[in-house]
């Protein structure tokens, strides 16, 4: 069981100081001010060092037993006011700074916090964290440390937990329990007495409660909350990756008895509130497998020529009310999270597959935006509101393409104009300097039982093209729309909206990746559409080859993160002023916000308060991250499932270096996408060292190079199911 070190390296002691044997006196010369001032300058001269305090007392010129005396209660006073620090062996040093901050765990032996106090992230020696984790808000004190090479800290106090529940196999022993966490950065193991283990049998995973952080064992003291089940079983599996990223798995009874209360029949009162476009064709187009369709395209030639295309969303917010159950989980959830093996969804059943779901041969309501489009593609007139509809058809996107490829099939005429009406506008968006990112994405083939029988990469073809072309179309105007509306009541220079915003690209970040793609041959540039455009070439020149993951990879990471706000920044990677999301209500909360704004403004509402959206903005944003590395777990947790099934160590795959690092080479294996790692040891050959500036390892003797990008063949050493992980060993020229 791993234990957590005693003795934090440094910390302020009065008691320490007042060890120190000098005699005291009533008369004095000089004030402890003084000494304090004295002190206090001295050290700031070089906050990097730390200085004996018998060397401070001769630096001060102090000789007398009254003096040192006064010097120790200077330093006692610095001490408590938290401006000097007073390490173990009686060394002084000053102190930086105070700050808050997040802990971002990176590994067992030390950690940074990431504070807007300051210019850089503070190192912290884990011994020094105090039971802080990744994720937690925490009080710390700043100090050079002694190389003076970074800000060092530690840990005052913990602030905020993210969490007090983890996720871990539970491991009895005669006397007491102990959970080791699935998450990599929970580095403590967590003690259960075998009162609190609730029924677990040894090697469960469990859901662990956390009630003590301190106690004599140093280890954080917890009782079992939930038994999810044996490890490797998928239902345990698919719950503990939910439970690991803190995301929710069953609604609560009251929140589906709520959902239950809904009203679902379509009133003629209500139809005559809306816009009719039941007469209009129209049809939607999803997955094979979706069970919520929650947008419709209509189509309807005009008199002069002009087409007239409807982008209809499921009209949430009519049957959901603010503050309800429903709205408060939806809220909590704020997204629809999609593991591997099934949708874990935003909105109880009763909504998001039944009221809402836009089934084909219904009556449904909706909220829509209909837009007049010359041959051109260009907007010519557009409308937004509250409408009713009657879907005529459902079509997968195979069904759609299908019908578009042969020219055969209903509607083939009209899905042949949206798609080239489609292709203009995305000619539209690259022309204004829209970038392309055409990610592989691997789906697997499950049983009944969840366990992978085969994978395949998913390809988009133009109906899924066209359907998110006019989606985009629908978010950028519904966007701009509120965003250019006159403000009432309000000094603010635009109405109140949720909006979907992507940042330019980190400069150095993107020179960095520049360098690295001109030395495969790819000129990437660092200017406004030049930058874009060469982007969009490579991405083009890379597509089927192997190191098209690794570039499209490197690429998005030099990108910043969108994210959700109330501020109107526009997304660059869209190459859009003003963007939002308008179009998943049923899956995406801030939808659902877009859509109670967007009508009360068409009410003629005044602009609303900016606080309260802003909160559930970056709450949304946090969820949607948490979903995305959910959704990573549970691939990554099949892939390594796949390849131990395929149990064929003796094959040589072909694979292709993803990354480099101190402790090994990744390597995604090209057949199945699936990535492992070479650890460093494992390279007989030779020592090799990382060569971080240029994405390499290099041997030390033979001057060998194994670089990010490189193809490479491998084969399989090791799968560790419950770590997601997978070894490789290199497959050297004399063994293939």
Known sequence: MKTKKKNPKKKPTKKLLSKRRFKRSKKNTLTIEHFQSKIYTILNQKPERMLAIEDLIDMLNVTTEKNKVKVIDALEKLADSDQILVDQEGNVQILLNIVEGIVDFVNPRFAFIVSDETEEDTWVDAD????????????????????????????MEVLERKTNEFVGKIEIKEKYAFVIADNRRM??????????????????????????????????????KEVLGAPGVNETEMHAIMAEFGLARHFPAEVLKDAEKIRGRITKVEIKKRRDIRETLTFTIDPENAKDFDDALSIKKLDNGNWEIGIHIADVTHYVKPDSK???????????????????????????????????????????????????????????????????????????????????????????????????????????GAMSFETVEVKFKLDENGTPIGLYTKERKDAHKLIEEFMLLANRKVAEFVFKLPVKGTKAESNTMVYRTHDDPDVEKLKNFSGFAKRLGHEVKLNGKAMTRSLNKLM???????????????????????????????????????????????????????????????????????????????????MEKRAAEAERASIKYKQVEYMQLLNDSDKAYDGVVTGVTDWGIYVEIEETKCEGMIRMSDLVDDF??????????????????????????????????????????KVYDDES
């Open 128 to 155: 020094n964290l105090k039971f802080a984790l990744h994720g937690d808000r925490v009080k710390a004190r700043l100090y050079p440390n002694s190389k003076g090479k970074r800000t060092e800290g530690e840990v």
């Open 187 to 224: 580095h403590l193991d967590i003690f259960v007495p075998l009162k609190n283990i609730n029924g677990a049998n040894n090697g469960d995973k469990v859901i662990v409660e956390v009630l003590e952080w301190h106690n004599e064992k140093n280890s954080p003291v917890a009782k079992v």
């Open 326 to 432: 429903v709205d408060k989980e939806g809220a909590e959830r704020a997204t629809s999270v999609y593991l591997v093996d099934r949708v874990v969804p935003m909105l109880p059943e009763r909504l998001s597959n039944e009221l809402c779901s836009l089934r084909p041969h219904e009556d449904k309501l909706t909220f829509s935006a209909m837009f007049e489009l010359d041959a051109n593609a260009h907007v010519i007139k557009e409308w937004f509101g509250r409408t009713v509809i009657h879907s005529d058809r459902r079509f997968s996107y195979e069904e759609a393409q299908e019908v578009m490829d042969s020219g055969n099939g209903d509607y083939v005429d009209e899905l042949r104009t949206l798609n080239a009406l489609a292709k203009k506008l995305t000619a539209q968006r690259f022309e204004k």
């Open 540 to 622: 083009t020149d890379i597509e089927d080859t192997p190191q098209q993951n690794v570039l499209q990879g490197l690429a998005i990471r030099t990108m910043a993160k969108a994210i959700y706000t109330t501020e109107a920044t526009g997304h660059f990677g869209l190459a859009f002023d003003h963007y939002t999301h308008f179009t998943s209500p049923i899956r995406r909360y801030p939808d659902m916000m877009v859509h109670r704004l967007l009508q009360h403004y068409l009410d003629h509402g005044k602009s609303v308060d900016k606080k309260a959206y802003e909160k559930l903005c970056k709450h949304s944003t946090d």
């Open 688 to 729: 090799y060292q990382l060569d971080e500036e240029n994405y390499r390892v290099v041997g030390k003797r033979t001057k060998n190079v194994i670089m990010f990008g490189d193809t490479i063949k491998v084969r399989i050493k090791a799968t560790d199911l419950e770590k997601r992980t997978m070894d490789l060993l």
